[in-house]
């Protein structure tokens, strides 16, 4: 499992990976299996509903006689996962990128690789540090700029965000940028505060540059469990959220929430982070992403 994410990852998901093998290679199904496998599909964080879900649809299978060993139910299995995870999302020409997610999510790491690898591409690349909410934010962001040689535009401690976002538009459309980057605050006195004033940069994004492509992605800290899809439920209902960042995978092995938030709130996820490297992040690709969840 996510042996293309380099061996960093591997070995924290053979231990999911020798279970489900066990399983799979089963002669017989029983009730006993289909809870075995509900076990470590939810240990993996794949969610109550969705683990639900799945067992049900395999439980019905079982029955009507169209799955009955193991081989059948992992065939069974890989086609539900990418049912789940099938999406009829066009690419687009993506130019500018807001960063949302609560505290320590990542926002400011990940707006860092994003910058890196757009950068790397030979594109025009600008940041913009628009968490004035704490000084070391902002501070945090521009030793990034300076490392991976990126513009930035920043504002002064409790300055208005919105100000930051404002100029960083100008500057994008006057110097012909390719890419803008904005990085936001996770917290403010209270959540209704933050979802505003989300909601209030996304509207100056779209006044000042209405002719631009503009993707709002969520940082979800992989290894917080329930919490991240109390996260997602929040910042989905308030904010046009359009793709998750799935961060901190380096430190779980439970890659099972990534169904959950196709199959209960409608998310993709975009891009998964492991690691505080530059080059610690993978574009999340799907199909291979459940081949190697079954079959190494
Ligand atoms: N291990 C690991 N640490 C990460 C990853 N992404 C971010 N971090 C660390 O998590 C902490 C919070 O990240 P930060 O980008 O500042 O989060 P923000 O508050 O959402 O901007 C920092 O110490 C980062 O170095 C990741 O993918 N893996
Ligand atoms: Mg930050």
Redesign the pocket.
């Known amino acids: 499992m996510f042996g293309f994410i380099k061996n960093k990852l591997k070995k924290i998901y053979n231990q999911f990976t020798s279970k489900i093998q066990g399983i799979f290679s089963s002669k017989t199904i029983d009730e006993q299996t289909l809870y075995e496998l509900k076990k470590i599909l939810l240990s993996a964080d794949t969610g109550v509903k969705t683990t639900k879900t799945l067992i049900e649809h395999l439980r019905q299978e079982h029955k009507s006689g169209k799955i009955g060993d193991g081989a059948e139910l992992k065939q069974s299995l890989e086609n539900k996962l990418n049912n789940i995870l099938s999406t009829d999302k066009i690419e687009k020409n993506t130019k500018v990128y807001l960063l949302v ?10 707006s860092a690789k994003l910058a890196n690898k757009f950068t790397k591409d030979g594109k025009k690349v600008l940041l913009a540090a628009a ?1 004035t909410f704490r000084a070391a ?1 902002t501070e ?1 962001l521009e030793q990034w700029a300076s490392k991976t040689n990126t513009q930035i535009v920043t504002g002064g401690q409790k300055q208005d965000p919105g100000s930051v976002v404002f100029q960083a538009c100008t500057k994008f459309r006057e110097e012909k940028f390719d890419v803008l980057i904005i ?1 936001t605050a ?1 917290r403010l006195q209270t959540k209704t505060n933050l979802m505003n004033e989300l909601e209030k940069l996304r509207k100056i994004i779209d006044k000042k540059l209405p002719e631009e492509s503009v993707e709002t992605f969520l ?1 979800i800290d992989a290894m917080l469990g329930q919490n991240s899809f109390e996260q997602a439920r929040l910042f989905n209902e308030s904010t046009n959220v359009s793709g998750v960042v799935l ?5 779980t092995g439970k890659g099972g929430i990534i169904f959950a938030l196709k199959e209960e709130f409608n998310l993709t996820v975009e891009y998964i ?4 490297q530059l080059n ?1 992040f993978e574009k999340f690709e799907p199909k291979k992403y459940v081949t190697e969840l079954l079959e190494k």
């Open positions: 997610g609560v505290n320590g999510s990542g926002k400011t790491t990940f968490d934010a945090q990085d996770g940082t961060t901190k995978m380096d430190g982070s492991y690691g505080e610690e």
